[in-house]
C-alpha cells in the first residue's frame, strides 16, 4: 500500500494561547484505510484536519499529502484531496447544480467526467430536484449532503472529513458508510474526525485517539475488538479520563 498522509511532528499554537491545540503529534495514513480520528470536543481534531488541508499553517512540523509538502506545494497538494469541514460554509446564493459545477471547474473536471461523478454521487445523496435549488433554501443536512458531493466531484485520492455524520440522516448515513468502504477498495483513503464511537466500530480499519492535542493511540480497530475485553468505549473513556479540554481550540474564534 502506497502512503498518502505523512504529518511528522505536527503541533499549533493558536496566538494569544499558552496551550498547545496540537502537540507533537505525527500519523501515517495509506492507500485502502479508513481512519477515524477519534477524541472529545476540543481534543485537537479539527486543528490537526485545517493544519492537513492547508486552512491553518503549522507552529512546527511537516505535513505530506501524497508525496506533496502542504506548506511548499500547496497547490499541488490540495488537487489530491477533497475536504468536508464541519461548518459547511458553501456559495449558498448557487443553486446546487451550480456549486458542483463551480467545484469542478476548479478542479478541471471534464464535463463527461463530472456528469458521471454526479450520477454516481446522486445514487447516494439523492438530492433529486432539489439539486435546481439555491443552496441558502437548503436544511443543515442538505448542505452537508452538498459539500459531501462537491468535495468528491474530482475523485480525489483523499477524503478528509470532520465529523461527517452530523445531519445527515440514518439512511444517508448508512449509504455513505457503504461507498466509504467502497471508496477505499479502490485504492484511496479516507480520514475523518469524530466523537461518535459508533461510527469508528461501524466503518474504520484503524482508530487514533487523541485527546487533549495529543495522540494516545492508533490501532487497527478489527484487531482491537478481536482481542479485549473491554469495549471501544470501555478504553477510550478510560485512556482519556481526565484529559477533556475545550480550551485550545476554542482559541481560533479569536486570531
Not at 481534543?43 to 509538502?69: E, F, N, Q, R
Not at 459547511?88 to 478541471?108: C, P, R, S
Request: proline residues 3%.
Amino acid at each position: 500500500m502506497e502512503k498518502v498522509v505523512k504529518i511528522e511532528n505536527l503541533s499549533k499554537r493558536y496566538k494569544k494561547s499558552a496551550v498547545l491545540a496540537v502537540d507533537d503529534f505525527s500519523l501515517e495514513c495509506f492507500e485502502g484505510e479508513i481512519v477515524g480520528l477519534l477524541g472529545h470536543n476540543g481534543a485537537g481534531k479539527s486543528t490537526t484536519l485545517k493544519c492537513l488541508t492547508g486552512m491553518l499553517p503549522p507552529t512546527s512540523g511537516k505535513i505530506t499529502v501524497c508525496g506533496y509538502d502542504v506548506q511548499k506545494e500547496p497547490v499541488k497538494a490540495k488537487s489530491t484531496f477533497g475536504f468536508v469541514s464541519d461548518k459547511h460554509d458553501v456559495f449558498v446564493k448557487m443553486t446546487g447544480l451550480e456549486y458542483l459545477n463551480f467545484i469542478a471547474d476548479a478542479y478541471g473536471v471534464s464535463k463527461a467526467e463530472r456528469i458521471q461523478r454526479y450520477e454516481e454521487l446522486e445514487k447516494i445523496f439523492r438530492l433529486e430536484d432539489r439539486v435546481f435549488d439555491v443552496i441558502n433554501d437548503y436544511s443543515h443536512g442538505m448542505r452537508q449532503k452538498i459539500c459531501m458531493m462537491g468535495s468528491l466531484i474530482h475523485h480525489p485520492k483523499l477524503w478528509i472529513l470532520d465529523e461527517p455524520m452530523i445531519g445527515l440522516d440514518p439512511l444517508t448515513s448508512a449509504r455513505v458508510r457503504e461507498f466509504m468502504k467502497k471508496y477505499v477498495s479502490e485504492g484511496n483513503c479516507i480520514l475523518f474526525s469524530t466523537h461518535n464511537i459508533a461510527s469508528v466500530q461501524k466503518v474504520c480499519s484503524r482508530a487514533v485517539i487523541i485527546a487533549n492535542s495529543k495522540k494516545l493511540a492508533d490501532f487497527n480497530v478489527a484487531d482491537f475488538e478481536a482481542n479485549n475485553d473491554m469495549t471501544l468505549e470501555e478504553y477510550f473513556l478510560q485512556i482519556t479520563d481526565g484529559a477533556q479540554n475545550d480550551a485550545p481550540e476554542t482559541e481560533e474564534r479569536f486570531e
